[in-house]
């Protein structure tokens, strides 16, 4: 059985290769996704539904996370720098701070904040 730190561990991985499916079912119908650029989203069919068009913007879409801390019990902080190529050609390169709660083997809630 996975620990809270390897759930929120593979959510990153998933998303790195872009396992939508898969990261659709490590959501449930109450977790919260709160982004400061795509705003609140609640339950997984509204979270995958600002997901799935955001990676498919992309040709090239990559999360280099530099550092995971615990912050609260089941709580990660997750640093990181977004580089990615988007389908127009432009080029993106972002850096952020990402909570993953995980609650029984779910995650529960996200909150991504701009560095």
Do not use: C
């Not at 850096?95 to 779910?106: D, P």
């Not at 995650?107 to 991504?112: K, P």
């Amino acid at each position: 059985m996975e620990t809270p730190r390897e759930t929120a561990e593979r959510y990153f991985k998933l998303s790195n290769e872009h396992q939508m499916e898969e990261i659709a079912a490590m959501f449930s119908e109450e977790t919260v996704y709160i982004s400061a650029n795509t705003g609140t989203n609640i339950g997984k069919d509204a979270i995958m539904n600002m997901m799935r068009p955001f990676h498919e913007a992309f040709t090239e879409l990559h999360w280099d996370v530099r550092s995971i801390e615990e912050t609260d019990p089941n709580t990660f902080l997750f640093d990181f720098t977004m580089t990615g190529t988007k389908k127009t050609g432009e080029a993106i390169i972002a850096e952020g701070l990402e909570y993953v709660t995980i609650n029984n083997g779910t995650i529960a809630r996200i909150e991504i904040q701009n560095k």
